[in-house]
């Protein structure tokens, strides 16, 4: 995945379609979770910042959009690991979570 960081990060903001984000989610949870892994890894390397800060608003832009609340649980959590190392996400996770995500739906509550 390396190799095509540089055009994934590009690219992830342009897909819309459902059966297309959540793969895209994976990806992007998988290499979330490597990067904060405890283990030195080649991710954690090659990973520059604005392919991070393109993979966060990617995620913002999840949790507004209309998308399934599995895409947008486990979106708030890799979200988390970020809010770790970047104190403006906190906030900004809290706000859409109690005015917007919390009112959608009674499987978005539980």
């Known amino acids: 995945m390396v190799p095509h960081l540089d055009e994934f990060s590009a690219k ?9 984000t959540r793969p895209c989610y994976k990806i992007c949870d998988h290499l979330t979770k490597t990067y904060y892994s405890s283990k030195e890894n080649e991710l954690k390397k090659a990973l520059k910042t604005t392919q991070i800060e393109a993979l ?6 999840w949790l507004v959009a209309s998308q399934k609340i599995a ?5 708030i959590n890799t979200l988390y690991l970020f809010e770790l190392q970047k104190d403006w996400i906190h906030p900004e996770l809290k706000h ?12 978005t509550k539980a």
């Open 96 to 107: 859409l979570i109690t005015t917007k995500i919390i009112h959608e739906s009674k499987s």
């Open 12 to 20: 992830i903001s342009t897909i819309k379609l459902d059966s297309a």
């Open 71 to 75: 895409v947008k649980a486990f979106t």
């Open 56 to 61: 966060e608003t990617c995620r913002f832009d």
